[in-house]
């Protein structure tokens, strides 16, 4: 090894407990496809290379007299060991520590929080569908040496570990590391032994790791002749025709670190002005860091096949689920990454490539309706953050939306379904918005228009309150809440069946909601007779200028709204408790007072909040009832 006399004693040093906590998943794993440590360890290796392209464009030296990146397996099965071995950027010692004794990388944590949420074996699966870095290597491994020379340096390090709580790193003989990158030394354990079978491993790499852009080579046994197993030609310079959907879907797992089939493929080259090769994929499921705070895209910026950085926002935030790259002919290979964000070339890259993925999802919408949904449910949340973050695709992304609405019958609408089955007098697209479809189904403010058959879309998303008020029209319709201002429906004619339901209200009932606003006073905005009502007693609204309830309540709960709006007290004029309290005589007084507040702490119920005063409520509710039971 490396111990010469002169050589310091490995340093030891303990993992950081996240880490500890990744390896005892790893090493205890029940996952059975082992498989993916590699395509782990390869996709390291590649991206190692790629890096040190990109330092070798402003350092040319780097280079040394190796420029061409490869990637090397070494089968060692005498001693059961496996050796992937890069000549790309290298680490230093201090890298070493940083980068294989802590989880740097937010994947790996969102990998982490998902595990410990999950179930038994729920979380084993997660290994296999997700990238889980380097620390994969103790699912096949007892011991682990990593022997690094970054690009550059007179210096090697040697760093090892059994993955048990702790490692060890120690200078290493510069004649025993490579010339320049990173050597990974696995131990296989003894039920792991069959990843020194030369075919086990070229099977493996064709699935996982055949479009890498740095060429493979295989060494069967010790001082055998390294024999190339992927060529590591971009995928993305090829002509469309030559490429399987099988390649298309490699690919995708390799730059998108998803281990599902893409929904959505979009390649192609743009000419002309500016030219570039886009080629992005949609997932097929639910990428972890979809709602992460910082929004952030994974697209990769290439320039002339070189790698330049995955940071460039080559997407709106609100395509960050779209994975994939786009290399560009144009941009100078020594663009800093700082340099990239101010570039008018980068913008116009960023506008096709929008442009193109959202025709594209148009066109998957119009020839494969049930693909598309599937997107829909996936992605559909996130596109919509577009509504109100891209007014000039406001229209576009209005035609991709698919809702639920009360015609839907649990299906999805577009809203030109929607604008199609308008009822006569209609001149607004209804929506209700709030956190949970089975509840907004049931809002008490959609009785008037399904006694009309007006259909209104629900809206279950944070993001809808948003877009919805943000002045969005849709072919000249305007969106509006069921739970906001008058209903206007007076002019639509109600179906047949519920004619008698637009009675006028009484004498007596007018004047029961005049004394029903005089008891509540100051809780409320006002009180009415409702239009919108036919089944139950009372509901709440915003009053016509007021905000949405629901975004008041979004706002509330993220603290930035000092004080909410009062509701309206809608109450129906034909409901039986209704007719039956305005006819109670004056005598009964307290009983009406009593009713008053009841009906407002039953309508903020059916609202999903709490009754204001729980105390006085509950005493309210008990005198009631203590006058039904004799
Ligand atoms: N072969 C290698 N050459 C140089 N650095 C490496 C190599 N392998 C690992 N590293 C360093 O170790 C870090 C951690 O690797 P790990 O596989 O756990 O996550 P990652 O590669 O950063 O994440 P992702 O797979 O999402 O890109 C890498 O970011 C890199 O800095």
Known sequence: ????????????????????????????????????????????????????????????????????????????????????????????????????????????????????????????????????????????????????????????????????????????????????????????????????????????????????????????????????????AALWVKPRSEITPEDYTDFYRSVAGQFDEPALTVHFRAEGRHEYTALAFVPGSTPFDLFDPDRHGRMKLYVKRVFITDEAELLPRYLRFVRGLVDSADLPLNVSREMIQESPLLAAIKKGVTSRVLSELEKLAQNDAEAYTKVWETFGPVLKEGLYEDFERRSTLLGLGRFKTTASGGGWRSLKDYVGSLKENQTAIYYVTGTDLARLEASPQLEGFRARSIEVLLLPDPVDSFWVTAGVDYEGKPFKSVTQGGADLAQIPLLEAQENTGAPATEAVTGFIQSVKTTLGEAVADVRASERLTESAVCLVASETGMDRQLERLLARAGQLTSAAKPVLEINPRHDLVVALANLGEDQQALREDAAHLLLDEARILDGELPADAKAFSQRLARVMRRCVP
């Open 1 to 232: 090894m490396t111990t010469a006399d002169t050589t310091p004693a490995p340093e030891n040093h303990t993992f950081e407990a996240d880490v500890a906590k990744l390896l005892h998943l790893m090493v205890h794993s029940v996952y059975s496809d082992k498989d993916v440590f590699l395509r782990e360890l390869i996709s390291n290796a590649a991206d190692a290379c790629e890096k040190l392209r990109y330092e070798a464009i402003a350092n040319p030296a780097l280079f040394g007299d190796d420029p061409k990146a490869r990637i090397t397996l070494l089968i060692d099965a005498d001693n059961r060991r496996l050796t992937v071995e890069d000549n790309g950027i290298g680490m230093s010692r201090d890298e070493m520590i940083e980068a294989l004794g802590t989880i740097a990388r937010s994947g790996t944590k969102a990998f982490m929080d998902r595990i410990q949420a999950a179930q038994g074996g729920e979380g084993a699966q997660l290994i296999g569908q997700f990238g889980v870095g380097f620390y994969s290597a103790f699912m096949v491994a007892d011991r682990v040496d990593v022997v690094s020379r970054r690009a550059g340096s007179e210096e090697a390090t040697i760093w090892s570990s059994d993955g048990k709580g702790s490692y060890t790193v120690a200078p290493a003989a510069v004649d025993e590391a490579p010339a320049r990158g990173t050597r990974v030394i696995l131990h296989l354990m003894e039920d792991t032994a069959s990843y020194t079978e030369r075919y086990r491993l070229e099977r493996i790499v064709k699935e996982q790791s055949g479009h890498v852009p740095v060429p493979i080579s295989l060494v069967e046994k010790p001082g055998a002749e390294p024999q190339e197993i992927a060529d590591g």
